[in-house]
Nanobody
């Protein structure tokens, strides 16, 4: 069992930056691949980024590539998402999720545990 708690969301102007954190409970955090997803009002949850269990492999949605960076610190049981050059269309609730599997996936249903989400609002 893994419990996830996101933090770091807020209101920022277009072009600004935020750093999201996702703190995990449990001693098996380092065995999970981790992902970030987001969901805007009236839209489906969409994949943002993924990082392998040891941080060696990362993968991004095309919409955020070059602007967002996913990282993790297994000693702190935490995964991060650095959001730079934010745009109004990045406004959404951002969720972190843990995946027991090793196969790269962007499908939300393949992830086993989810946090409660943190709101990111980008004003124009």
């Amino acid at each position: 069992q893994v419990q996830l708690v996101e933090s770091g969301g807020g209101l920022v102007q277009a072009g600004g930056s935020l750093r999201l954190s996702c703190a995990a409970s449990g001693r098996t955090f380092s065995s999970y691949a981790m992902g970030w997803f987001r969901q805007a009002p009236g839209k489906e949850r969409e994949f943002v980024a993924r990082i392998s269990w040891n941080g060696g492999i990362t993968y991004y949605a095309d919409s955020v590539k070059g602007r967002f960076t996913i990282s993790r610190d297994n000693a702190k049981n935490t995964v991060y998402l650095q959001l730079n050059s934010l745009k109004p269309e990045d406004t959404a609730v951002y969720y972190c999720a843990a995946d027991r599997g090793t196969v790269k996936t962007t499908i939300p249903q393949r992830y086993n545990y989810w946090g409660q989400g943190t709101q990111v609002t980008v004003s124009s």
